[in-house]
């Protein structure tokens, strides 16, 4: 990428629709657009425009703003064409772009060069990319706040916090008969303590903010003709599955996305886990074991009139170690059971009837709460994160704690300060005010182009 091109591309998505954007950004705009609007739009006006070919015939018209450096999204000159939107008049409009000098922008190059020309710090610039991907309204509120800064605002509080007393400390170092006392000694500590404290809340907003990015992935198992799929279509809200008597009904992976207080859960209802000479079945059973393999948290579903098999503690034993379980007794209504949850040597059963939905809000509540989720009041605190994010901030804690037992040791204060640095470099990486170019490339590359 050349920083110094002037860059342009469809900003809208591709299709029929009201308003078509191509998006032109660079040093010194004004030539190219001389050549496609016949003038030099007053900034930041729209101005009705006819939009030109090389040959200066009109190919299509709308609104032209103009963007002067470094008013603008990219700290550059920005040019924003504002036309009907179609497959052809789009791309012609674009060729023409191109034609008059500009290149086709990469995949998120426009924000990189907001990042670049310090318009956007790394964390503001990836929320731009989180709000786009989205998928419920609470993850869109809390990559907002990202994209405002608020959790930049408070990693750069943390380094300026790590920063005052690494000047301390290091003042400590150069001027050796200058030596702490005692208080001093106690006030170091009593700053790391703070500053311990202050990580371990964003960490946990942090955290909180992964879920809504991320999601939950649960899988739904069991024998054949236990609910599964009528446990599916009462989570979802809606007959995503066929529900029939006949075992082994569902042959393929089944995926729902469902929302629970803002968090968003992927559904998969799989095939029956049994032994079967079915062909067809036996593809779905291999697909059941791949979904297994991929999931956060398993349903494991079980017929409560017939009690716990040997067929369903065989499914049990076959789910991967670590993975998180929730069993699912299902069918209470033929006993005329009432709903209930207990716990059962360190693992939830929950009783209810997919059938009647009894009892399934019981299992959305334990749902989130085997997801780590925590009220919050409209995204409140919460930041949204990525897995680098939550790496850089656990790395940063665990300098931090090596820190303190230095501390409490009263050990070399070089060590110390080293701790010290090597958290600020771990925070500091999250903004991207220390980022190599190979990890600059990976994210951006993630985004859509035009953006």
Known sequence: MGNNDIIAAIATPPGRGGIGIVRISGKNLQPVALKIIGCIPEPRYASLSRFLDESGRAIDQGIAIYFPSPHSYTG????????????????????????AGARLAQPGEFTLRAFLNNKLDL?????VA???????????????????????????????????????????LDFPEEEIDFSGQRDIYARLGAIQMQLEHILASAR????????????????????KSSLMNQL???????VTEVPGTTRDAIRQTIEIEGV??????????????????????????????????????????LGVTPGDQSVLDSLPAGLPVIRVHNKI??????????????QPEIYLSAKTGAGVTL????????????????????????????????????????AIGLAERGIQLELLAEELRLAQWALSSITGEFSADDLLGEIFSRFCIGK
Not at 212 to 219: W, Y
């Open 76 to 99: 550059e000159d920005v040019l924003e064409l504002q036309g009907h939107s179609g497959p052809a008049v789009t791309n012609l409009v674009l060729s023409c772009c191109l034609a």
């Open 123 to 127: 964390a503001q610039a990836e929320g």
């Open 130 to 172: 989180d709000i786009i991907d989205a998928s419920t309204g609470e993850a869109a509120r809390c990559a907002l706040r990202s994209l405002q800064g608020e959790f930049s605002t408070a990693i750069r509080t943390a380094v300026q916090a790590l920063t005052n007393l690494r000047m301390r400390i290091e003042a400590t």
């Open 208 to 227: 909180q903010g992964s879920l809504l990015r991320e999601g939950v992935r649960v899988v739904l198992v069991g024998q054949p003709n236990v609910g």
């Open 236 to 242: 979802a809200g809606e007959e995503a599955a066929i």
């Open 264 to 305: 968003p859960l992927y559904l998969v209802d799989t095939a029956g886990l049994r032994e079967t000479d079915d062909a067809v079945e036996k593809i779905g059973i291999a697909r059941t074991r791949s979904a297994i393999e991929k999931a956060d948290l398993a349903l494991l579903l079980i017929d409560d009139s």
């Open 333 to 346: 209504d033929l006993l005329n059971r009432l709903p209930h949850i207990k716990d059962c040597e360190g």
């Open 363 to 402: 299992l959305r509540r334990k749902l989130l709460e085997m997801a780590g989720w925590q009220p919050h009041s409209m995204g409140e605190g919460i930041f949204m994160a990525r897995h680098r994010h939550l790496q850089a901030l656990t790395e940063a804690r665990e300098y931090l704690k090596d």
